[in-house]
C-alpha cells in the first residue's frame, strides 16, 4: 500500500491537470466518447465527436439515426462499424429502459453494447464521481512495470490495483497512470532517465 501511495503523490506533482480529455457536455455525450476512445486517441475522438454533437449528441438523437450516417460521422475511429453498431444500440437501451439518462450502477453500465470494464469503471468515476478504476492499455503496463501488479490481463490489474490503492484515489490512478504512459513510460521506448519515479519502478531496478 505505502508504496502505490508514494507512486501517486509524486504523479500528482507531476501532473497537475491529469483528468479526462474527452470533450463532453453531458453524461451521455461522455459515454459516447469513452466507447469511441477504444483503440484511438482522445484527439481523434474529440474531432469526430465535435461534429458528432451538434446534431446527434442525445441519446433521442443517436437512438434515431441512420446507421450507414453514423458510420460516416465516426470514420475517423478506429473499428467504427462495430462502434456505430454499439452506439445506436446503446442509446436505445437507454432511451426505452432508462428514460434517457445514463445509469450509475456498474452493472448495469457493462450490460450496454460497447462498455466494458474499463468504461464503466471511467463513466462512474468522471459522470457520478463514485469510486472507479478503468484499467486501459497504459495502467496495465505502467502498473506492471512499476511492479505495482503482476498480471497479464487487465481485469485481474484492476483487481490487484484496487486492492493496493484507497478506494478514494481510485479515480485519481487511473488518470494519474494514463498520463504517465503517454508521456514518459511509452510502450516501445520508455523514457527512464527522464522519469519522475524512477527509485519507486521494480522495472528500473532491473536495467
Ligand atoms: S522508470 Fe521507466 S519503466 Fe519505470 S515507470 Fe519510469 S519510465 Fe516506466
Same mark, same amino acid.
Given at each position: 500500500m505505502q508504496r502505490s501511495i508514494e507512486i501517486i503523490k509524486c504523479l500528482k506533482k507531476e501532473y497537475p491537470e491529469a483528468g479526462t480529455l474527452l470533450q463532453h457536455s453531458s453524461p451521455f455525450q461522455f459515454m459516447v466518447a469513452v466507447v469511441l476512445s477504444a483503440q484511438s486517441t482522445d484527439e481523434q475522438v474529440n474531432r469526430v465527436t465535435a461534429e458528432l454533437f451538434a446534431d446527434y449528441g442525445t441519446p433521442e438523437a443517436l437512438a434515431a439515426i441512420d446507421l450507414s450516417l453514423l458510420e460516416e460521422k465516426i470514420r475517423g475511429v478506429g473499428l467504427y462499424r462495430n462502434k456505430a /453498431?454499439?452506439?445506436k444500440k446503446m442509446a436505445q437501451i437507454i432511451v $426505452?429502459?432508462?428514460?434517457? $439518462?445514463? #445509469?450509475? *450502477?456498474? *452493472? $448495469? =453500465? =457493462?450490460? =450496454? #453494447?460497447?462498455?466494458?470494464? !474499463?468504461?464503466?469503471?471511467?463513466? /462512474?468515476s468522471v459522470v457520478f464521481k463514485k469510486p472507479g478504476l478503468g484499467v486501459d492499455t497504459h495502467v496495465h503496463r505502467v502498473a506492471n512495470r512499476l511492479g505495482l501488479v503482476n498480471s497479464k490481463l487487465p481485469e485481474q490489474t484492476e483487481k490487484a490495483l484496487k486492492e493496493q490503492i484507497p478506494e478514494k484515489c481510485w479515480s485519481e490512478a487511473h488518470h494519474l497512470l494514463i498520463f504517465h504512459g503517454r508521456r514518459i513510460c511509452q510502450a516501445r521506448k520508455p523514457q527512464c532517465n527522464n522519469c519522475v519515479l524512477e527509485g519507486l519502478c $521494480? !522495472? /528500473?531496478f532491473e536495467k
Open positions: /453498431r454499439h452506439l $426505452e429502459q432508462y428514460q434517457g $439518462e445514463v #445509469p450509475s *450502477d456498474f *452493472d $448495469e =453500465l =457493462l450490460s =450496454l #453494447p460497447g462498455v466494458g470494464r !474499463k468504461s464503466a469503471n471511467v463513466i /462512474r $521494480e !522495472k /528500473r
